[in-house]
């Protein structure tokens, strides 16, 4: 079965889910292919029939968005209440998940310390990459100060080796 | 309430996503809490158990081996709680027996 076959006018629960269920339910009994696709529709019916109840129950109580409590509510009037227990006890798992998950969360993001102990930590780091930043810049300037300050000196002293050049050698050879 | 994805082990859960789509097929529907199709999955594994079994019961009366067609749609009839799931079951029935009558005809010409 492909799994992006057909539109969105066909929405049933996967067949794959309902044999699991046949099985779980009717271990080791043989049930009929038609019998089968029979439970598949009457899923759809009963999905529709629920979300229906919900809906109107959540239209009455002026809330926008249909809520585990009116789907309760919506079994309980329409003959399912014998259902009501174990939904319930979904619904508490639904609400201990959810917690687990944010508290794992926010303990994440701080790692226990509290936001001003970070924020002074944030401004020291900035500090100190300002400082370390500063003290490059300046040795930087001082090489170059340097660099320039030898090259004139090198340009200097072979110039005025150039001016004196002749006679520094009569004087070489007479202390020979 | 916050999002329910980690609940929802049983045979149904895996079609969470596909049954907050089909409440949505409603036009009247407008939004959904996160934990609303987790525990309609749950309804519907009970529903589905509750029907299959009390089908089973008339399936072992009729001393058959297998769970027919024609047993479910006697113990939808037989169930007032079942009542919404009266057409339903009626034009499956009557489907299939057209499409029993079909094949029988169609055998008598090879014959």
Redesign the interface.
């Known amino acids: 079965m492909a799994s992006s076959s057909g539109n969105?006018?066909d929405?049933?629960?996967?067949r794959a889910?309902?044999n699991?269920?046949?099985k779980?339910?009717?271990p080791n009994?043989?049930?009929?292919n038609?019998?089968r696709?029979?439970?598949v529709?009457?899923?759809?019916?009963?999905?529709?029939?629920?979300?229906?109840e919900?809906?109107e129950i959540?239209n009455k109580s002026e809330k926008?968005?249909?809520?585990?409590e009116h789907?309760?509510n919506a079994?309980e009037s329409l003959?399912?209440g014998s259902?009501i227990t174990?939904?319930k006890d979904?619904?508490q798992?639904?609400?201990s998940?959810?917690?687990k998950?944010?508290k794992a969360s926010s303990r994440l993001e701080n790692l226990g310390i509290p936001e001003e102990e970070l924020l002074r930590q944030q401004q020291e780091l900035f500090a100190k990459a300002r400082q370390q930043q500063a003290e490059l810049a300046q040795q930087e300037w001082l090489q170059m100060q340097q660099a320039a300050e030898q090259a004139h000196m090198a340009a200097t002293s072979a110039s005025a080796a150039q001016q004196a050049g002749s006679s520094q050698d009569e004087d070489d050879d007479d202390d020979i | 309430m916050g999002v329910a994805h980690g609940t929802g082990r049983g045979p149904a859960g895996v079609a969470q996503g596909r049954i907050k789509k089909m409440m949505q097929k409603d036009a009247e529907v407008g939004r959904i809490a996160a934990a609303v199709p987790v525990l309609i999955s749950r309804a519907v594994e009970l529903f589905v158990r509750c029907l299959l079994v009390k089908t089973c019961l008339i399936t072992q009366a009729k001393l058959s081996s297998v769970v027919l067609l024609s047993h479910m749609k006697q113990c939808i009839e037989s169930e007032k709680l079942f009542h919404f799931l009266n057409e339903l079951a009626e034009s499956a029935t009557s489907l299939a027996a057209h499409r029993d009558a079909r094949t029988l005809s169609m055998w008598s010409l090879y014959r």
């Not at chain 1, 009994?29 to 009929?32: D, G, K, Q, S, T």
């Open positions: 969105d006018d929405l049933t629960i996967p889910a309902i699991k269920m046949i779980e339910t009717l009994v043989r049930v009929a038609d019998a696709e029979l439970v529709n009457c899923c759809t019916e009963f999905i529709h029939l629920v979300s229906s919900a809906n959540c926008k968005t249909i809520s585990p789907v309760i079994l003959g399912f259902y174990e939904v979904v619904l798992e639904c609400k998940v959810a917690l998950r944010r």
